[in-house]
């Protein structure tokens, strides 16, 4: 009797490949031969070598393996289905100009959505405003704690979020401190931001204004009229009240005799 190798196919299924192609492959029995290698990409997922179920439940075979006798049967085709792991990277957040705190980093699988670590940096005067994928904030931006996925195809690769940050603001209130006249009014501002007080518009009679001070007796930060000031406080939304500070006027009484032909009184100083 004479006996021919029977020849068969291996045909590659890309198996949700989303790009490439492997070409068939022609076997004979009882021949070795290496699979030919893998042509198929998929996004965010990294080839692991194949299976004779889309599912991997079936024989599994590496990338480029010597192979013989997948089937005795002349003239079938055998289909191999591309087997993929889903790509790994890592979320890195960046305080940004942070004076405070820290966000650990984050593990993540590509197509896998997770909410991103709760923010734990500070900055003084400022309030975390969310992230970004560039420093200017003019990059893509993510609240805090979204629910994100895909934010790179690329295994192993690391997202840097920066943090943002917006300058807290913060109100003047001006205490007239027992002027009997006049008003001066609040002024809104901007931590970083120097800005000059309003000017004084409190009347005291019989008194100078003299400046501003935290505190009513004087005994607080000092600040003169129309100073140029910054960053009164950090607190986001906060009130600090500056209170007008009066010098009692000084004046001077004079004695006129009067058509008097002898003696004097002296001038007399009064506050």
């Not at 006129?256 to 506050?271: H, I, K, V, Y």
């Amino acid at each position: 009797a004479q006996w021919r190798a029977n020849s068969y196919t291996i045909q590659f299924d890309g198996n949700t490949a989303d790009g490439g192609s492997t070409p068939e492959q022609t076997m004979t029995y009882d021949q070795a031969a290496n699979l030919t290698a893998n042509g198929y990409t998929k996004t965010g997922y990294t080839f692991t070598g194949w299976n004779t179920q889309p599912d991997g439940g079936g024989t599994a075979y590496t990338e480029g393996q010597n192979v013989v006798n997948l089937t005795s049967v002349e003239g079938e085709s055998v289909t191999l289905y591309a087997q993929w792991r889903a790509n790994s990277y890592t979320i890195q957040f960046d305080g940004n100009t942070a004076d405070g705190g820290d966000t650990a980093s984050q593990s993540m699988t590509y197509d896998t959505a997770v909410n991103l670590t709760a923010n734990g940096y500070t900055k003084t005067g400022y309030t975390f405003a969310g992230w970004n994928t560039q420093p200017d904030g003019g990059g893509t931006p993510y609240t805090d704690g979204q629910n994100v996925v895909n934010l790179t195809s690329v295994e192993g690769e690391t997202v840097t979020l920066f943090a943002q940050w917006r300058a807290n603001t913060y109100t003047i209130h001006f205490d007239g401190n027992t002027a009997d006249g006049g008003d001066t009014a609040s002024q809104s501002m901007t931590y970083d931001t120097a800005v000059n007080l309003t000017a004084n518009g409190y009347t005291k009679t019989g008194y100078t204004f003299t400046g501003w001070n935290t505190q009513p007796d004087g005994g607080g930060t000092s600040y003169t009229d129309g100073q140029n000031v910054t960053n009164l406080t950090s607190v986001e939304g906060g009130t600090v009240t500056l209170y007008a500070q009066w010098r009692a006027n000084n004046y001077t009484i004079h004695f006129d005799g009067n058509t008097a032909d002898g003696g004097s009184t002296p001038e007399q100083a009064m506050t």
